[in-house]
């Protein structure tokens, strides 16, 4: 592209979380730029994040609904190219269908939807218009996961027999919907949330990655999903067994009660040769553990030498060289910058590399919601297995 992809976001005010992260990591490689949105409910408070953003005020709207309408009447020279869609679940899937119906390409947050009804006429809409659709399935992005993915890919563990993901986070210890939390609140309530509050918000995440790494497919499931704390009406806590598509066991705990956790997430994936860990809370480092060898540690941005390489796919989504440690925020900003890639390539009629496609997608958005729900029928199942049904 000869200029900068233009981004309109619905939600991601200065009332919310996870907008700013997206605006930071689809600005960090300076090939997007924010043109207009309907950042919050509140449109006080929308007009206010848009002045701080220095979004013109005329391209600030009351809702969506106006945003896409009046964006699709814009000259081809200025209306928005994609929109970002931060808002709670339940908001996700009528922006995301109008946008996509009107010739935008979507940004949009996990889980996808509120059910998979919602996710496969999601596709569907893909499918008929063409466009492209990313789903921020933040983890995805670390240059370690990636070179976990290709050491699976290209059989240096060998078969794989066993993948263990776990999220344990903390802050849900407390009924903190009750105390003025509003990130809590909406999360807290079936209606917004979604079937389940542990296994969307954060058992998607994981699931998602064990599935990415390995490239195996979840087809069995057994799950035990509580509510711990007193007084909350969905679930706060899941364990789930896994059987994948090429006989491997796995086991999934994704938790909100795991008190003084913060964001845990860690995978290990073993093989009949050796098994691999990745963790967030150390992103940079990728544990290497070959049977009868010492174990190897890969670090992000090392010029390794061969049979010690980092793969395309690793080096692709790193900035800086080795010992300047790369975070959360660049691993977001890679799934921004090969969606752009993407998104741009389609517009010019090229083909996008194998590097530029890899970034979530409306496929993950329905297998994610599938998850849930299928987790969910387990849970309430007296049988000990439930297939995977999409
Ligand atoms: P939040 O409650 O902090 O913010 C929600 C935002 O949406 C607010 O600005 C709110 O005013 C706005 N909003 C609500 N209704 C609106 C409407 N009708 N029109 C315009 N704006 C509206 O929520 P959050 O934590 O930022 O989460 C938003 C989404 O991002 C959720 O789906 C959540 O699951 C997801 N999320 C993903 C990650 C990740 O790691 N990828 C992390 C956090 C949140």
Redesign the pocket.
Known sequence: MKRKLRMGM????K?????AVHRIAAFMDGKIELVCG?????PE?SRQSAAELFVAPDRVYA??EEMITKESQLPEGERMDFLTV????F??FAPAKMALENGFDVVI???MTVTLEEAKELKAVVEKTGRTLCL?H?YSGYPMVKQAKAMVKEGHLGKIRKIVVEYPQGWLSRLSEREGN??AA?RADPKKSGLSLVMG?IGTHAAHLAEYVSGLKITELCADLSTLVEGRVLDDDGSVLLRFDNGAKGVLMASQISAGEENAVRIRIYGEKGGLEWANEDPNNLIVKMLDQPRQLYRTGNAYNAPYTLSSFATHNTRIPAGHPEGLLEAFANIYRNFAATASAKREGRTPSPEELDFPTVDDGVRGMAFVQNVVASNASNEKWTKFEM
């Not at 619905?10 to 005010?13: D, I, N």
């Open positions: 619905v939600g991601g005010g009332d919310a979380f996870i907008g309907a950042f919050s409910i509140n408070i809702d969506y931060v808002t709670p679940n908001l996700h947050e996990k889980p921020t933040t509003a990130g909406w918000d």
